[in-house]
T-cell receptor
Framework: EDQVTQSPEALRLQEGESSSLNCSYT??????LFWYRQDPGKGPEFLFT???AGEEKEKERLKATLTKKESFLHITAPKPEDSATYLC????????????FGKGTTLSVSS | GAVVSQHPSRVICKSGTSVKIECRSL??????MFWYRQFPKQSLMLMAT?????????EQGVEKDKFLINHASLTLSTLTVTSAHPEDSSFYIC?????????FGQGTRLTVV
């Protein structure tokens, strides 16, 4: 069964304290791994798509990496506005199927 | 990224009435849209897959007669919660797929009183 596990469930950081969020997955025929940011009461906001092991993508203070078993979302020198829930999702091999989501990591950055 | 618009963002309705939620892909055509439900501090739970011009595919445990989905065009899917009850109160989110990427609407907070 395809599965996505995110850790930790919650993470508290001081402003400027870098860290990483983990997303472990088991899926046959991965067509893509996605990272989203979700603020309370809002829909998920697309951050990155990674397609193959070794791929990396960056956007401002965020960097996403992918291996054959997991993905990391690295946050460098976070700011309070980075506080949100970060969701990881995978897309299986069959066209037209939905993303499989992890439960998310809730990040709180204090100044 | 692509834009998906969901309306309304909040709705309060009386028990027994029906509520329609719209999901539009504004700048691309989406042959497939998805409807999710999210409980507080939980991840997204897929309710159904909506394909343009055909019947929706519902996940196990989702009542198709309660949650009516219509995907009449390549840019619009609607979810109608029929005979709503307080237990249907939740956050409903749609997404539209473009190739292998999925973009989400802003979500609809439904409260049934």
């Amino acid at each position: 069964e395809d599965q996505v596990t995110q850790s930790p469930e919650a993470l508290r950081l001081q402003e400027g304290e870098s860290s990483s969020l983990n997303c472990s997955y088991t899926v046959s025929g991965l067509r893509g791994l996605f990272w989203y940011r979700q603020d309370p009461g809002k829909g998920p906001e697309f951050l990155f798509t990674l397609y193959s092991a070794g791929e990396e993508k960056e956007k401002e203070r965020l960097k996403a990496t992918l291996t054959k078993k997991e993905s990391f979302l690295h946050i460098t020198a976070p700011k309070p506005e980075d506080s949100a829930t970060y969701l990881c999702a995978v897309l299986g091999p069959q066209a037209g199927t939905a993303l499989i989501f992890g439960k998310g990591t809730t990040l709180s950055v204090s100044s | 990224g692509a834009v998906v618009s969901q309306h309304p963002s909040r709705v309060i309705c009386k028990s027994g009435t029906s509520v329609k939620i719209e999901c539009r892909s504004l700048d691309f055509q989406a042959t497939t849209m998805f409807w999710y439900r999210q409980f507080p501090k939980q991840s997204l739970m897929l309710m159904a897959t909506s394909n343009e011009g055909s019947k929706a595919t519902y996940e196990q445990g989702v009542e198709k007669d309660k949650f009516l989905i219509n995907h009449a065009s390549l840019t619009l899917s609607t979810l109608t919660v029929t005979s709503a009850h307080p237990e249907d109160s939740s956050f409903y989110i749609c997404s539209a797929s473009r190739a292998t990427e999925a973009f989400f609407g802003q979500g609809t907070r439904l409260t049934v009183v």
